[in-house]
């Protein structure tokens, strides 16, 4: 009898531990929202310029919340246009930004689901480097300190600014390598990778059309390359996907031209590079090679009784050594003929279907 009751009692209590768990979890997991706006921030400045941004954060958690502002350099973009913030220990760049901004708060507390504004001043110094900088605003539930030292490992958002000092800054951008996924398609979805390097020092957002041409040199596809205008960092290379995927089976060799524009509007330059490429359909070129086989193997074997019949009949008359040899010469030639005929029939029923 005290068994059932034992039981009864360490699950209620086991079921007690799990509720209040997820209860906390779920605080937990609210209060980490954070809001802020605008994610990006461009601007151009002349050497010794002043500027001033708003920036929206909102607490989007049930709670209120304190938060804290920090900054910190962008050495890069991810292949997936996660910007790479820079160790504050590692060596400088030339293209850091963190050490112009100003902020006007480091710590804000905000009510559940309010919104509140900060101020940040960036002051470009005079001897400012010529090109873009790029550095984040971040917003952290946590002091930056505490992470500096790994105490924690916590939640933050924040935003990308891009501040293009005038001078003579360089636009160079090149295009490393443009290829596909394989060399021969069995139908007709096609990935293309391009991997663009900026050799500038300034932010370059290449863009262009991927024209795809078949072998009668007919354009088959006209992609835009680019179109959410992503930027490449100065002195880093990034690699950009794109899929062309058409209706019809396809078929042939296939030749890709690829055309980029960036820089400034009136002063753009243009960069290209070319591939080629086939489509073969298997699931149809395969039953159709099943199908032509049949064919030459039908051809060969009724020509080849044709023949036997036609020796037996020759062998019956006086003039049997002579007709002999000329039937075999006729028989390889019609036999050579024959395959001939099919094999051009086939491929140009195989053009007509794909071309």
Do not use: C
């Not at 490992?153 to 295009?175: E, K, L, P, T």
């Not at 957002?205 to 179109?227: D, Q």
């Not at 070319?274 to 074997?301: E, M, R």
């Amino acid at each position: 009898m005290v068994l059932p009751s034992l039981r009864s009692f360490i699950a209620a209590f086991l079921f007690s531990i799990f509720i209040v768990l997820v209860s906390v979890t779920s605080v937990f997991a609210q209060g980490a929202g954070i809001g802020l706006r605008p994610a990006t921030i461009e601007d151009n400045a002349d050497p010794g310029e002043q500027k001033q941004y708003d920036i929206s954060v909102t607490n989007l958690s049930e709670v209120p919340q304190t938060y804290y502002i920090f900054t910190r350099d962008i050495t890069g973009v991810e292949s997936g246009g996660v910007p790479i913030y820079a160790d504050p220990d590692a060596e400088k760049t030339g293209y850091e930004l963190s050490e112009w901004i100003t902020l006007g708060v480091e710590e804000i507390t905000i009510d559940p689901s309010a919104e509140e504004n900060i101020t940040i001043q960036i002051d470009v110094p005079d001897f400012a480097t010529p090109g873009s900088h790029f550095g984040g605003v971040f917003i952290s539930i946590e002091p930056p300190k505490m992470r500096t030292v790994g105490a924690s490992v916590g939640y933050q958002v924040a935003n990308i600014i891009s501040i293009r000092v005038a001078g003579d800054a360089v636009a160079n951008a090149q295009i490393r390598q443009f290829s596909t996924g394989n060399f021969i398609y069995g139908q007709s979805k096609v990935d293309f990778n391009a991997r663009v390097e900026n050799k500038g020092t300034v932010l370059v957002r290449p863009i262009g059309p991927l024209e795809v041409h078949n072998m009668f040199g007919k354009r088959v596809a006209l992609l835009v390359f680019n179109e959410s205008k992503a930027g490449i960092f100065p002195k880093t290379t990034r690699d950009f996907d794109i899929v062309w995927e058409d209706e019809g089976p396809g078929f042939g060799r296939y030749q890709a031209i690829l055309s980029l524009v960036y820089g400034d509007q009136g002063r753009q330059s243009t960069i290209s590079s070319t591939l080629s490429f086939w489509i073969l359909p298997t699931n149809i070129i395969l039953p159709a090679l099943g199908v032509l086989a049949f064919l030459l193997l039908t051809a060969y074997i009724v020509v080849k009784l044709y023949i036997r019949s036609k020796l037996n009949a020759v062998s019956r008359s006086s003039r049997r050594v002579v007709r002999r040899s000329s039937g075999g010469m006729s028989a390889l030639l019609l036999v050579t003929v024959v395959m001939l005929a099919v094999t051009a029939l086939f491929l140009i029923v195989l053009l007509a279907l794909f071309a």
